[in-house]
């Protein structure tokens, strides 16, 4: 059974940088599709960085791209997200959420993803 865990988050004021965590046990992930997603206060749940199928490809969200840097430790079996220049929007849960393969065309919606983290919050304070 695949398990997840983010940290990470907290309080932050409004340039700051932060960096997210997600531990992964439970399988093996070299050939899974990883991604974060956020959800602002009142909002659904939206994408933010993926990395598809182990490192094939990377996408990020147009709201983050040139800010945020998602990435894998050697064993990909940790996620991380670096987030530069935090932003007043950029306050949401974010969730990690992993994906055994993945199609690419939808590495974007979250229903592609079987297992999610349980989230942790950022909060980005003027």
């Known amino acids: 059974q695949v398990q997840l865990a983010e940290s990470g988050g907290g309080l932050v004021q409004a340039g700051d940088s932060r960096r997210l965590s997600c531990a992964a046990s439970g399988r093996t992930f070299n050939r899974f599709t990883m991604a974060w997603f956020r959800q602002p206060p009142g909002k659904e749940r939206e994408f933010v960085a993926a990395i598809f199928r182990g490192g094939q490809s990377v996408y990020y969200a147009d709201a983050v791209r040139g800010r945020f840097t998602i990435s894998t430790n050697n064993a990909k079996n940790t996620l991380f997200l670096q987030m530069n220049s935090l932003k007043l929007e950029d306050t949401a849960t974010y969730f990690c959420?992993?994906?055994?393969?993945?199609?690419?065309?939808?590495?974007?919606?979250?229903?592609?993803?079987?297992?999610w983290g349980q989230g942790t919050q950022v909060t980005v304070s003027a």
């Open positions: 959420a992993f994906d055994q393969g993945g199609i690419v065309s939808s590495v974007r919606r979250p229903h592609m993803y079987d297992y």
